[in-house]
Nanobody, 123 residues
């Protein structure tokens, strides 16, 4: 069982930066693809970024390319999302997710989810 706990959310002004972290209190991340999804008020949960099991392959939604960076620290069992040049439209609850297969953008096939952390970007 993989139990995920997000942290690092908060309020930030547009143009600022924030780092989200996701830690596993259960099994190690090793062998799992990890991803971040964001859910804005009244909207569906959407793909933001993913990283492969090896940590080599990274994938991003077009809306965050060049601004967000996903990374994994297998030694610390932590996956992070560095958010730079944030925009008001980045406001959402961000969820960490894990699956034992390849890194994909489809949220429905991720096996494990955290509780989410709120990010609010003001203009």
């Amino acid at each position: 069982q993989v139990q995920l706990v997000e942290s690092g959310g908060g309020s930030v002004q547009a143009g600022g930066s924030l780092r989200l972290s996701c830690a596993s209190s259960g099994r190690t991340f090793s062998g799992y693809a990890m991803a971040w999804f964001g859910q804005a008020p009244g909207k569906e949960r959407e793909f933001v970024a993913a990283i492969s099991r090896s940590g080599i392959g990274t994938f991003y939604a077009d809306s965050v390319k060049g601004r967000f960076t996903i990374s994994i620290d297998n030694a610390k069992n932590t996956v992070s999302l560095k958010m730079n040049s944030v925009k008001p439209e980045d406001t959402a609850v961000y969820y960490c997710a894990a699956r034992s297969g390849r890194a994909v953008t489809n949220r429905s096939i991720y096996d494990y989810w955290g509780q989410g952390t709120q990010v609010t970007v003001s203009s």
